[in-house]
């Protein structure tokens, strides 16, 4: 009898006191958190310093403004297969596209080659600028298929494929055409970004060489 | 006499009103500064960065001041220390199960995405109802968590991914209610208190992105 007593008087002193340290717990915790989000963001700025800092927050807002692309530059968004044209702030046009599938290619036999099929991300610019553009077969290409991969370049030459136009933007990488346009809006491609017709017309129009494409 | 007072209390009243509201743009003013600063040492670079607006409950991606994609939150809770804001780098991207790429291995798999060169297949389905063999946006985890260089913990959430059921709601509980609390107040004790930031959003597909758009490395803003 007076075991068991001894053994319930522990058990609760041993709650109370978890209870207690996590009541500690939260006093610490609440009372860091009443200072959320940061104890140190608003520096104080004394009244003869309110000009200065005004017009430094100006040349801040323009310099951010000068980092903005100049003319009608691109944005694609992979997750969403969405490509913008945009000028300025200006949203110019809309299409839905095709990206990368994000898919490993592993060669069989001796070489073990592999190749990733993403869409690369970051900053580039339109390099080329193509009409009626021939399809240039990679080796991927041909083991995809399990092909062999042939020696001279007129057996990797594809006419057709690639749609009306093409914009090059480096490393082999394009916007262009599609047949499979009931695919778009996929991640299929490897890695290339694939545009209905109508859009690929009117992007192939719209922007110059050199005009930036901000891929993410 | 009587006048003279009543013009000096509201003279009085005006001036304090006028302190009040000066006081606060001050500290939006340098608010501001700082944000700009930081985010034009990030913005002079190509790379892509994001801007967590803890206060305005929004994350946005960005290049070059350009606003890319934002992300409005619709709940947030936080436990921890709370000196997590300025430029951070995300070290960590954690989840149960992480999507995976699709090897192909010619003969030995069934080629779905075709090449540019290969014929189309005959119209049917709608696109949308295709399962391909490919990493999608539809892949990417609902639920998941963020680990940035400061120590900032950040849980991403899809309203209802959280766990199912009553052990997984009690797991929820116990992690937040019990863990989190003590083990910040041993961690502090240490040196090594914690922060911990649990956000949601309402359409499942904006954490789906926020785990395809936020790679190992990205650096940011925390406001």
Not at chain 1, 72 to 81: F, G, H, L, M, W
Not at chain 1, 87 to 94: A, H, K, L, P, S
Not at chain 1, 148 to 155: A, F, N
Not at chain 2, 64 to 74: A, I, S, Y
């Amino acid at each position: 009898m007076m075991i068991k007593r001894l053994l319930i008087a522990a058990a609760a002193l041993a709650y109370l006191g978890f209870l207690a340290v996590l009541g500690a717990s939260y006093f610490i915790g609440l009372k860091q958190a009443s200072s959320w989000p940061g104890p140190a963001r608003e520096q104080a700025i004394a009244d003869k310093d309110v000009a200065k800092v005004e017009k430094n927050v100006q040349q801040l807002e323009k310099k951010m403004g000068g980092l903005l692309p100049k003319g009608p530059y691109i944005v694609i968004d992979t997750a969403e297969n969405r490509l913008l044209l945009k000028n300025g702030d200006q949203v110019v046009r809309t299409a839905v596209v095709s990206c990368g599938s994000g898919v490993v290619l592993e060669e069989p036999g001796g070489k073990k080659r592999s190749w990733v099929f993403d869409t690369p991300r970051g900053e580039f610019s339109v390099k080329s600028k193509i009409t009626n553009p021939y399809w240039v077969k990679p080796d991927w290409a041909f083991v995809e298929e399990g092909e062999v991969i042939p020696k001279g370049l007129e057996d990797r030459i594809e006419a057709g494929t690639l749609g009306d136009y093409a914009l090059g933007f480096g490393q082999g990488y394009f916007i262009h055409g599609t047949l499979y346009t009931r695919l778009l809006g996929r991640n299929v491609t490897h890695g290339c970004v694939r545009v209905g017709d109508e859009d690929l017309k009117y992007l192939f129009k719209a922007v110059p060489i050199g005009a930036k494409i901000y891929i993410y | 006499m009587k006048k003279t007072a009543v013009f000096a209390a509201i003279a009085a009243a005006g001036l304090a009103v006028l302190g009040w509201a000066v006081g606060p743009d001050k500290a939006a003013l340098a608010k501001k500064q700082g944000a700009l600063n930081a985010e034009y040492v990030l913005a002079k670079d190509a790379k892509f960065y994001f801007v967590f607006d803890v206060e305005g409950k929004k994350l946005e991606l960005r290049v070059r001041g350009m606003v890319l994609r934002t992300w409005p939150l619709q709940a947030m809770r936080f436990w921890g220390r709370p000196d997590f804001v300025g430029t951070v780098e995300l070290s960590k991207k954690t989840t149960l199960k992480a999507p995976e790429r699709i090897v192909i291995k010619p003969g030995e798999s069934e080629l779905i995405a075709p090449a540019p060169g290969t014929k189309p297949a005959a119209a049917g389905a709608a696109a949308a109802d295709y399962d391909l063999e490919a990493l999608e946006l539809r892949d990417m985890p609902k639920r998941f968590s963020l680990d940035f260089d400061n120590g900032l913990h950040v849980t991403v959430k899809a309203k209802g991914s959280g766990s199912s059921g009553f052990l997984g709601s009690m797991k929820d509980a116990w992690r937040w209610y019990v863990r989190l609390p003590l083990g910040h107040l041993f961690g502090a004790r240490r040196g090594q208190g914690q922060s911990e930031l649990e956000i949601v959003f309402n359409d499942e597909k904006d954490a789906q992105s926020i785990y395809w758009h936020m790679f190992d490395g990205i650096k940011g803003i925390i406001l």
